[in-house]
């Protein structure tokens, strides 16, 4: 029997208390997972034909979310709402490196996400779906251009301009490369540099996807190079509501 073990946290940061910290008052945060992204793993170990799943902490944070009884049951994970993460590991390095082509510099980096999704399938149900990508990079300046492509699909254009929630982009943590003494104490650290755009939900398929971004400049940015810290997926589900006489 396999039985995969899904964890409390993402461990970006070791966020447990330390000696003192009752003193000083201060309190260490890593970047939370979401309920979403625990259904989002159950389904993928449910889609791997695992016999169960095993909960890697403490019996007192799985009575505080009675919720968590639900990623033992395929049915009620299926069309809930998804929370996907590229593996981090394999963004690393996030940054991209320019050539140049014409009158810009330009490159591009290609990611693969696996998702437990089958939206076809999910309309036949009855289910709505909408698809957001959420990209934690610093802001775009006035020359240069994103471009993102989902599987060939594509593209969807990120806009230079701030909007708002983009006050911080300038600000970006990569927990991977800073020192984790200088955001640790800092609430909502990980929220810098998050952007969200809406995607095609037709674009993505039932396991394995790829997610290419193209970026260019007008220089070689060798200055302020950019770096993409996260790829995340939303995926959203909602009943249609049914037509009246």
Do not use: C
């Not at 799985?62 to 929370?83: G, M, S």
């Not at 590229?86 to 940054?95: A, H, S």
């Amino acid at each position: 029997l396999v039985y995969p073990s899904t964890w409390l946290g993402l461990g970006f940061v070791d966020d447990d208390p330390q000696p003192g910290d009752d003193e000083t008052g201060q309190k260490r945060y890593d970047k939370p997972k979401t309920p979403e992204m625990f259904y989002a793993q159950a389904l993928l170990f449910h889609r791997s034909g695992s016999d169960g799943l095993q909960l890697a902490f403490s019996a007192d944070e799985w009575n505080e979310r009675t919720w968590l009884n639900e990623l033992a049951d395929p049915e009620k994970v299926e069309y809930a709402d998804k929370h996907y993460m590229v593996d981090p590991i394999k963004m690393n390095p996030g940054t991209f490196q320019l050539s140049k082509k014409g009158d810009r510099y330009s490159g591009e980096k290609v990611f693969p996400l696996r998702i437990g999704d089958n939206i076809p399938e999910a309309r036949k149900k009855g289910y709505e779906i909408t698809s957001h990508l959420v990209l934690y990079t610093r802001n775009l300046g006035p020359d240069e251009e994103m471009e993102v492509y989902v599987n060939g699909s594509g593209p969807v254009v990120i806009p230079s301009s701030k909007g708002e929630g983009q006050e911080n982009h300038e600000a970006l943590i990569d927990p991977s490369i800073d020192d984790h003494s200088s955001f640790l104490f800092e609430k909502d650290w990980w929220q810098r540099g998050k952007r969200q755009i809406a995607i095609n939900e037709d674009w993505w398929r039932l396991e394995n996807n790829e997610i290419r971004i193209v970026y260019s400049a007008k220089s070689d940015k060798r200055d302020n190079p950019l770096s993409i810290t996260w790829i995340e997926l939303l995926l959203n589900y909602s009943e249609k509501e049914e037509l009246v006489n």
